[in-house]
């Protein structure tokens, strides 16, 4: 169960949960990045929940719709005349969150600011230590500890034993031990979707991820048991913990009800446990849901008749981590996962009636020349629909993170960690060799007829796309073409020749 000191508080307090907006080097790729996706973060909506059972004023500032104007954001917060502040940020919206918590302590000096969030769970102590406008860090679940902390606060108790905090002591930053992970999810409450201006139809997820409106997300569970080098299991860990079905079936009925067509399950691993899969199939096939879904899988973990009752069940696409298309680098990152398996999981999707969208990413520890070439014959046949190319990332939390610069350059400038950027350098390539390589993955991999066809009907049967798709194209070729890119004679001939030639070291 979920229990604090003191459950009850004064109508009084008020708490405003934010979510900064996200920073880019790039603007025009900003610009492209933020037109994408507007969706608000559950583990925002789940604390607002929890604050509302507690008996808090609570306010929502989705910033990341707003763009940049921080003085603006910061002056909404201020107008709701807050007790408390809590920022949610990762490592790219980090330095805004203490750019909006330092404007915010200048124009209303008594508001309390909290930061939850991957990035402060990692790093509390140098989080705070850089940000000195951040009063508290909350590491690891927040529905605990945050809530611990306002209630130590309130009656002016001790706070050097609250679970999971950050906290500073004559000019020291502490860090407590981590609260234990909530086993019974089922105990927290419905997220507050009621606090979001016009949910569920001002939001939208990326482009191609869903085939119809309106669009909700939803997270059924915590952890994942493997242990990729890239992956941060800072906050959630690694053990797996999942909501029963009777809650999420309550979910999707509720979602159902405010009119949601199609749900994303947006858990690290929604088929970390196929019994669960099967189960929750079975129990939205019996409640005849109008709803179709999509979720987020690891290459090991179906087999085709669960992809027949998942597909029976409404579900409509599923990404897998990719990640590499040289089996040496995926074994070196530790993904579990051999690729004849990884192609046998994508062929069985297909046949089920399920489209698959790939994640991959380059860039990582110890690539080179001979891997950057395997991925690109890897794509030139993989069995996917969709492929989502991102620049390998040395998050603080992962595996990787610790030693990163045994294997290369790393410049660690958290606004421009976004994995669109190459801020890390594998040793014997160079940013400009990834930069070439990343562009012609991409036009690899959608140059491909089947996979225009498979676009093409996407858009046939959901004409929004096409505005969408409009919009972010111009935005991306501007950058791209800005920048120089996709001019392979950039290139030493030793480069340009491996571009094609996959056996080529």
Not at 188 to 209: E, I, K, N, V
Not at 406 to 423: K, L, P, Q, S, V
Request: include cysteine; proline fraction near 6%.
């Amino acid at each position: 169960m979920l229990t604090v000191s003191e459950r009850d508080v004064s109508a009084t307090k008020t708490l405003v949960l934010c979510e900064p907006p996200y920073v880019f080097w790039d603007r025009s790729m900003d610009r492209l990045r933020q037109g994408e996706e507007t969706i608000p973060g559950m583990g925002v909506l789940i604390l607002a929940a929890v604050a509302r059972q507690r008996g808090y004023r609570v306010h929502l500032i989705d910033a990341k719709e707003q763009g940049t104007p921080l003085d603006e954001v910061s002056r909404q917060i201020v107008a709701l005349r807050p007790d408390y502040l809590g920022l949610s940020a990762t490592t790219i919206s980090v330095t805004n969150a203490a750019r909006i918590a330092d404007r915010v302590k200048q124009l209303a000096p008594g508001v309390t600011t909290i930061l939850g969030g991957s990035h402060v769970s990692a790093i509390p102590e140098r989080t705070l230590d850089a940000f000195p406008s951040i009063d508290f860090g909350v590491v690891g679940e927040g529905e605990v500890s945050l809530f611990e902390l306002l209630a130590r606060l309130e009656s002016g108790r001790a706070i050097d034993d609250v679970p999971g905090l950050a906290y500073r002591r004559d000019g020291q930053v502490h860090s407590n031990l981590r609260a234990p992970y909530i086993d019974d999810l089922d105990a927290l409450p419905m997220p507050a979707w009621d606090l979001l201006p016009d949910f569920p139809h001002r939001f939208q997820p990326s482009l191609f991820s869903y085939p119809r409106t309106p669009v909700a997300t939803l997270i059924t569970s915590r952890g994942c048991p493997f242990s990729c080098s890239f992956c941060d299991r800072s906050t959630s860990g690694k053990r797996g913990r999942m909501h029963g079905v009777e809650y999420v079936i309550g979910l999707c009925r509720h979602l159902v009800g405010l009119g949601v067509r199609h749900i994303i399950f947006v858990d690290d691993l929604f088929t970390v446990r196929k019994q669960r899969v099967v189960e929750l199939c079975q129990a939205l096939l019996d409640h005849r849901l109008d709803l179709t879904w999509s979720c987020n899988s690891h290459p090991n973990l179906l087999d085709l008749d669960t992809l027949k009752l998942m597909r029976r069940a409404g579900c409509w696409q599923i990404a897998y981590g990719i990640e590499s298309g040289s089996q040496r680098v995926l074994d070196m990152v530790k993904r579990e996962v051999s690729i004849p398996k990884m192609r046998e999981t994508l062929r069985m999707t297909q046949a089920a009636g399920i489209r698959s969208k790939g994640y991959l990413m380059i860039g990582h520890p110890t690539e080179g020349l001979d891997s950057l070439a395997e991925d690109v014959a890897f794509l030139k046949e993989v069995e996917l629909d969709l492929c989502q190319i991102t620049k390998f990332t040395p998050y603080p939390g992962t595996p990787a993170y610790p030693t990163i610069r045994d294997h290369g350059t790393f410049d660690e400038d958290w606004e421009r960690m976004n994995a669109m950027n190459f801020m890390f350098v594998p040793r014997g390539l160079s940013e400009d060799v990834l930069e070439t390589y990343f562009d012609h993955l991409y036009s690899t991999f959608y140059s491909r007829p089947d996979v225009l066809w498979g676009l093409a009907r996407l858009l046939m049967q959901e004409p929004r796309y096409i505005k969408r798709l409009a919009a972010s194209a111009v935005v991306y070729l501007r950058s791209k073409f800005a920048a120089g890119r996709y001019l392979v004679g950039r290139l030493p001939q030793r480069y340009r020749v491996a571009l094609d030639a996959p056996t080529q070291q």
